[in-house]
């Protein structure tokens, strides 16, 4: 499916299942929507709606060069709920997606019936981080996806999911190849300028759920447990023998504690 944003950009999306409350799925980069596939059919057996979307400059919607900020994707997501008639939502997001949910939470906190911060991190960038994100995209943009796809996959998935399930290796790997450059390099420039949400999740008013891999290269387990006890009543899932992709490493356990918790948001409980 298709829309376009209030500043003209074509936006490709999935919307699975109608019958209960509605699930935003913010996929992370370099990635693209179908990296929630497993989550899509897990939700809908459940009763849950589910809406994944390509974010701009990824997947299957339109590329904007420059800088995308976190900001434009959240209003980006917004745009779509409004145009699916769809009030608030739970939103669920990893790495990157996760920054955007947590966007979502600064910008528009009454859109929200909880959130799912999975593989992610709530500080704003160094300055160091902001120059290896200028140097990333430049490079992205010189040399394209594929050489970068290949240094990061043993930081996407722990060593144990690479040798033991090639099919999610090569889904990373051909989601990250497929990136386009330019969409991909003004996200990083975006990314860099991101604010601490440190705040924005101490004003949480709504449940969380936060899901880390032992193995991540890039959520430690201080920052999930920081984000815990910033978020009152959170709860935290830490799952072991499991990287950056904790959705697709161990898909049976992740959907098990996210349709765990959407039940238990449904009843208001925390």
């Known amino acids: 499916m298709r829309t376009t944003t209030p500043d003209g950009i074509t936006l490709d999306y999935d919307d699975h299942g109608a019958a209960g409350g509605a699930v935003l799925l913010v996929h992370g980069h370099p990635f693209n929507r179908s990296m929630w596939s497993p989550q899509l059919a897990a939700l809908a057996a459940a009763g849950w709606r589910a809406v994944a979307p390509d974010l701009r400059g990824y997947g299957g919607s339109e590329v904007v060069a420059g800088k ?3 900001e434009v994707f959240a209003r980006d997501l917004v745009a779509l709920l409004d145009h699916l008639g769809i009030e608030r939502v739970v939103a669920a997001g990893l790495s990157m997606g996760g920054q955007i949910v947590m966007e979502l939470a600064r910008l528009y906190p009454h859109r929200l019936n909880g959130v799912v911060l999975a ?3 709530p500080q704003a960038e160094t300055e ?5 994100r200028a140097e ?3 490079r992205l943009e010189r040399e394209g996806m594929d050489g970068y796809a290949r240094d990061v996959l043993p930081q996407m998935l722990s060593p144990r999911t690479i040798a033991s399930a090639p099919d999610t290796a090569a889904h990373v790997l051909a989601m990250m190849r497929s990136t386009s450059p330019a969409g991909a390099a003004a996200a990083l420039r975006g990314r860099a300028e991101r604010p601490d949400y ?3 999740l101490e004003r949480l008013a709504v ?3 936060i899901v880390v891999g032992d193995e991540d290269a890039f959520t430690t387990r201080a920052d999930a447990e920081r984000m815990q006890a910033l978020v009152v009543g959170s709860r ?3 799952m072991a023998g499991v990287g950056h992709m904790p959705n697709l490493e161990r898909p049976g ?3 098990a504690a996210l349709v765990r918790f959407l039940a238990e948001t449904q009843n208001g409980r925390r």
């Open 236 to 238: 935290l899932v830490w």
């Open 198 to 200: 440190a705040a924005t």
């Open 68 to 70: 995308t900020t976190l």
């Open 136 to 138: 990333m995209a430049a």
């Open 128 to 132: 160091d981080g902001r120059r290896r």
């Open 207 to 209: 449940p969380a759920l």
């Open 119 to 121: 593989a992610t991190f």
């Open 253 to 255: 356990e992740f959907n």
